[in-house]
């Protein structure tokens, strides 16, 4: 069964760091992309961070890019977002996503996820 379960969201101050985590399932392999998204209020949800493979080049939305770093721990399954240099327009649930992408797919769209977590709420604020 193929699961994502969120974790280490919370209120932090401009410029301040953050760490995600995505665990998923023993289900999801090493061939799995993960991918982060974020919603904010009004918005629609946008592509953040993604990593295609454990030793994949990771992709990453410009503007997050630069402040954010998406990394995998194959032993544990799980994916990690740290979050520097944290902006008032970062506030947003943030969302885990799983599935296996056709070679060339653009690994920040949506559409391109069906295994979804339940989010984690992160805001920014002073």
């Known amino acids: 069964q193929v699961h994502v379960a969120e974790s280490g969201g919370g209120l932090v101050q401009p410029g301040g760091s953050l760490r995600l985590s995505c665990v998923a399932s023993d289900y999801v392999s090493d061939y799995w992309t993960i991918a982060w998204f974020r919603q904010a209020p009004g918005k629609e949800r946008e592509g953040v961070a993604c990593?295609?493979?454990?030793?994949?080049?990771?992709g990453y939305s410009e503007p997050v890019r630069g402040r954010f770093t998406i990394s995998r721990d194959k032993a544990k399954n799980t994916v990690y977002l740290q979050m520097n240099n944290l902006k008032p327009e970062d506030t947003a649930v943030y969302y885990c996503?799983?599935?296996?992408?056709?070679?060339?797919?653009?690994?920040?769209?949506?559409?391109?996820?069906?295994?979804w977590g339940q989010g984690t709420q992160v805001t920014v604020s002073s």
């Open positions: 990593i295609t493979k454990s030793d994949g080049d990771p």
């Open positions: 996503a799983t599935d296996v992408l056709f070679t060339g797919s653009n690994c920040l769209v949506v559409n391109e996820y069906d295994y």
